[in-house]
């Protein structure tokens, strides 16, 4: 961001002022290297602001056509790189307000009337919460569909399910990706309910307490998009809990990718085996030529802490803010877009990454052939023929320890052995123990029995294609 030629431009405020700031200090107090990407909301913002003050005679209706004219025009030079940032400018704010009087003289003097920084910069933020949530919720959909997809293609294939990271009873592959399913479906939730909540605007709030001009909020916020206005105007310009929101909803998918990459890092490894990632989203070894890391399911992994970092720094920055408006909430800018591209980056690796995904069936099988998956089976087997729930936990038990004592499965035990463990069991208890048996007698509903998965993956269809959501904006609202 640079550019030459004109002279710096001139502080907003610094009429009452005999000293210019320190140069440390205005490079400290300028925002306008990471506020930078507000541009097309400022703009856009300060357009319908405009109209709103010449259709109501605030000022002059051909000085607001003239300030149209010359925000268009900015906009297009700033979007198409003609135009370069200030870096020398205080904000993104005073920088389009300085290029519009060098550009139409006076009458870009008029476009403050009747409104502050303070709510200039709610509503810029406001609208980039607005697309960034739009773009968020787009990529999760697009996760789920990847999840689909992945659960469909090897919906035969059965894996150990794992409590304490230790082998507890089968399950489908694809019951194991519809959990993740779920999970993006209620953080698409989550942003949307966000989205409601920021849905609101600012402008006409003034510096705290409202303007003394005869300001038409609801038309301003009609030609913005905005559903609603705001209610009072202190917290109109004092408030970031909408940002703070956002990030808590970011910061749950980045716990969501995490848990999926840590998954997806333990089952490439060769104790696993259960996968193996694309030499696309992998890497190797500067000095181990044999390596093959998943590299990428471990960034995922690793950025959701630098999410989890900037929800707390936005709580601690807001804490003790008395009201309105305290320059602490210039921070909430850079916490705020670094979540959001993070968690956005993240989104735009584990998608195709998931789709390029190979699971080996004949790997996830073999392990369920260790650690007793059956056992719970076997019990119930002892229920569904009068032996009490405990009893047949106990006797289960010790027929497992057994079979730890002479190195085999619970299938290896021959029935008189099993039946010394109690007479109701009969020859049938062989079917029983058979691994595809114990996934399709979990047939409860939301269980990992095939009949259960076949529906929910028919079902999670559905709720792809009669969810969309909106289209992904382009930048700069992802970064």
Known sequence: MTTSGPPAPEDL??????????????????????????????????????????????????????????????????????????????????????????????????????????????????????????????????????????????????????????????????????????????????????????????????????????????????????????????????????????????????????????????????????VEVDDAFATGSSIMPQKKNPDMAELVRGKAGRVFGHLQALLAMMKGLPLAYNKDMQEDKEALFDAVDTAAACLGVMVPMLRSLRVRGDRTLAATRQGFLNATDLADYLVQRGVPFREAHRLVGQAVARCLETGRALEDLSLEELRALSPVIEEDVYAVLDIRRCVDARNSRGGTARAQVEQALAEARRRLAGRKPPQQPGEPALG
């Open 13 to 274: 405020w610094g009429g009452r002022f005999h000293k210019e700031l320190d140069p440390q200090a205005r490079d400290f107090h300028s925002s306008v290297r990471f506020d930078w990407r507000l541009f097309p909301y400022d703009i856009r913002g300060s357009m319908a602001h405009a109209r709103m003050l010449g259709r109501c005679g605030i000022i002059p209706q051909e000085d607001a056509d003239r300030i149209c004219e010359g925000l268009e025009s900015i906009l297009s030079d700033l979007s198409t790189g003609r135009l370069a940032v200030d870096p020398r400018a205080e904000d993104i704010h005073s920088f389009v307000e300085a290029e519009l009087t060098r550009r139409i003289g006076d009458a870009g003097k008029r476009l403050h009337t009747a409104r502050s920084r303070n709510d200039q910069v709610a509503v810029d933020t406001r609208m980039y919460v607005r697309d960034a949530i739009d773009g968020l919720a787009g990529r999760l959909h697009d996760g789920q569909q990847a999840l689909v997809d992945l659960a469909g293609r090897y919906l035969d294939v059965i894996m150990p399910g794992y409590t304490h990271l230790q082998r507890a009873q089968p399950v489908l592959f694809a019951h194991h990706c519809l959990a993740y399913f779920e999970m993006f479906f209620r953080d698409r939730e989550r942003l949307a309910d966000c989205r409601r909540r920021a849905d609101v605007c600012p402008l006409g709030a003034g510096a705290l307490a409202g303007v003394p001009y005869p300001v038409d909020r609801e038309g301003v916020a009609r030609e913005l998009g905005f559903a609603a206005v705001a209610a009072n105007s202190l917290d109109a310009v004092s408030d970031r809990d909408y940002v703070i929101e956002l990030v808590s909803a970011l910061a749950l998918i980045m716990v969501h990718l995490s848990r999926l990459g840590e998954e997806l890092v333990l089952w490439a490894s060769q104790e696993f085996g259960f």
